[in-house]
């Protein structure tokens, strides 16, 4: 089964994430890309500013820019990426799904909307159950599915592995990498020999969406998880790769050898994309990993890894780290887009 599909957003940095990742994919081949009003009508090589590798793909490099609107897209696109940022996408994306799209998006808005899923294939696919809920109360003949936050997706499978232990609070304190802020979002100047406390908004999105992630779905309503969750969000001079440091509390006493098994175990999904084992653990003889430079392409950058593992009087504390342009945002897309398809939604 091949599938028609088209990038909102296609020549910023998670639109380029994407145009690599659907380089050669099974199930899905690129159909249009679309951008702003400046790049449109003109080929990709010309449009955007491939920061990737030293040449742009071929099978994108003399696509012609598409405006975004539903009536630039090709009748047999099937599917929807959206990268576009949230202010935007919260105008655009309604248009589309109005006119019967199915789309995965990236992007911030209605995230934490009630009938809208926001789903990790690994952790929570009966979520997309909440398609059905949100086409009879928006009228939409489409269905939007969202990705949660790059910072998010890197801390919540691991959390997802504790909580047959109880997990009742988590503390985390995140070193996010400048390419989660985009191109153009940290001026050097401001971030070398520099780490920026506090990025906007972050610390709400890693603590709602965590419980929205984590929560139960009945078939009618998603229920969020009752665990506290609260963050602090840095920039760091890094490139790619979040590495958050987490306290947890939990109901029982686990090992830390326990912890880790339960991580190590964990299942991951059988979608194309879905690493082979989600979470990467470091034993007790390294707890200096993960590191971002070291870390970060593990499972080609779509999986987790975690380390320092070790008790604290109320729970748990470890180190988890996730490539933030791949895991975190283009590819935690394209699993969910790749779920759909395995679930029959497209």
């Known amino acids: 089964m091949t599938v028609q599909v088209g990038i909102l957003g296609a020549t910023g940095a998670v639109g380029q994430r994407f145009v690599q990742l659907l380089d050669g994919h099974p199930i899905f081949e690129l159909a249009c890309v679309t951008a702003s009003d400046d790049s449109v009508g003109r080929t990709y ?27 630039a897209v090709p009748d047999d696109v099937d599917l929807i990426f959206s ?17 019967g799209y199915v789309m995965s998006s990236n992007s911030s808005n209605d995230r934490m909307a009630p009938d809208i899923p926001l789903t990790i294939p690994e952790i929570n696919p009966s979520h ?14 489409g269905a939007l599915v969202k990705n949660p936050n790059c910072s998010t997706i890197t801390m919540v499978p691991t959390l997802a592995a504790l909580d047959e232990f109880g997990l009742e609070s988590v503390n ?25 406390p506090h990025i906007g ?20 309503e998603l229920e969020l998880h009752d665990a506290d969750v609260a963050a602090s969000c840095n920039r760091i001079p890094t490139i790619d790769g979040h590495l958050e440091n987490v ?10 050898a326990a912890v880790r098994d339960a991580m190590r175990n964990f299942e991951s999904a059988d979608l194309h994309s879905s690493p082979e084992q989600l979470i990467k653990v470091f034993g007790e003889g390294r707890p200096d990993r993960p590191q971002p430079r070291l ?30 342009t791949l895991r ?8 969910n887009a790749e779920l759909l398809v395995e679930e029959g939604w497209v």
């Open 83 to 99: 990268s576009l940022p949230s202010d935007i996408a919260a105008d655009v994306e309604p248009a589309f799904l109005e006119e």
């Open 201 to 220: 908004n972050e610390e709400r999105k890693m603590e709602t969406e965590a419980r929205k992630l984590l929560g139960d779905f009945d078939g009618a």
């Open 45 to 71: 090589r010309n449009a955007a500013e491939w920061r990737l590798s030293s040449e742009i793909p071929a099978f994108v490099a003399d696509r012609v820019v598409r405006e975004t609107d539903p009536a």
């Open 295 to 324: 870390d970060r392409s593990y499972a080609d950058g779509m999986g987790v890894v975690a380390g320092g593992v070790e008790e604290t009087t109320d729970g748990i504390q470890y180190n988890c780290l996730a490539h933030n």
């Open 128 to 141: 997309l159950g909440l398609i059905e809920v949100q086409r009879e109360q928006r009228g939409w003949d």
């Open 172 to 196: 985390v304190s995140t070193l996010q990498a400048v390419s989660g802020a985009g191109y153009s979002g940290v001026a050097a100047m401001e971030i070398m020999d520099n780490a920026i």
């Open 247 to 256: 306290f947890t509390g939990l109901a029982s006493n686990p090992e830390p």
């Open 328 to 335: 975190g945002a283009a590819g935690a897309s394209l699993l």
